[in-house]
């Protein structure tokens, strides 16, 4: 079955271009030019992807993520013109799981768009357990949930292959390399400072007191372990 695709986007040409290049690579795509129907056809189309544009009329890329962020963890890929958000869009706030400036050629998208998709599919395969636990952090793997004390946290989709990568190896140090081999894209050069930007993000979402990690612990020299709060 084709990977669906819900395009959000409200500079028509814009729009134009891309979903006919998503379609002649095959996926089933679906427009919307502003906010609010974009998120009508977000509950309708049940995309396995969005590329959002951030600004947008009558509801803004913002506020849209938001308010999937709590129905979904479908990946979305961001297309903002304002550089100086991106900290926001990626890490915390709004839960994208990657971003292209603006402007941006679209072969680039779609290399960014095949990545994300590879990455969930990937993720979506392997591990016998079907629910991995870390003190009070419960992850589901088939729905790729993640609860602390039953209470659901959206994780974008790096943060979310961190913790998954930690916590179905508990207890174990692995190397930062390692981690970003799992995490990053196979053909991603080898970044240290960007693996540690995500763990500490990943820690500003999970960590009762991010400055002191009760979880996920450093390894100086090595890398990251996760452990349960009553170990160390
Ligand atoms: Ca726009």
């Not at 040409?13 to 977000?42: C, H, M, N, R, W």
């Not at 680039?108 to 990545?115: C, D, G, P, Q, S």
């Not at 930690?166 to 990053?184: A, D, I, P, T, Y």
Request: charge should be negative.
């Amino acid at each position: 079955m084709n990977d669906r695709i819900l395009l959000i986007e409200d500079e028509a040409p814009i729009a134009e271009s891309v979903a006919y290049s998503l379609k002649s690579e095959g996926y089933a795509v679906e427009v919307a030019g502003d906010g609010l129907s974009g998120l009508s056809t977000f509950r309708a189309f049940a995309p396995d992807l969005i590329i959002l544009d951030l600004m947008l009329p009558k509801l803004s890329g913002l506020d849209f993520c938001r308010i999937v962020r709590r129905e979904s963890n479908v990946p979305i890929v961001m297309l903002t013109a304002k550089t100086e958000e991106i900290d926001r869009i990626i890490g915390l706030e709004m839960g994208a799981d990657d971003y292209l400036p603006k402007p941006f050629s679209v072969r680039e998208l779609i290399a960014r768009v095949k990545a994300v998709l590879r990455r969930t599919a990937v993720a979506g395969e392997d591990d016998q357990k079907t629910t991995l636990e870390v003190g009070d952090i419960s992850l589901d793997l088939p729905k790729r949930r993640v609860t602390i004390k039953d209470k659901h946290v959206h994780l974008p989709l790096k943060q979310y292959e961190l913790l998954r990568a930690l916590m179905s190896n508990k207890g174990r140090v692995l190397s930062r390399e390692e981690l970003f081999k799992r995490v990053w894209d196979a053909d991603a050069v080898y970044d240290t400072g960007s693996l540690d930007v995500h763990v500490r993000w990943l820690r500003e979402k999970i960590e009762p007191d991010p400055s002191k990690p009760r979880y996920i612990k450093t390894v100086r020299g090595v890398g990251y372990k996760i452990v349960s709060d009553e170990e160390d």
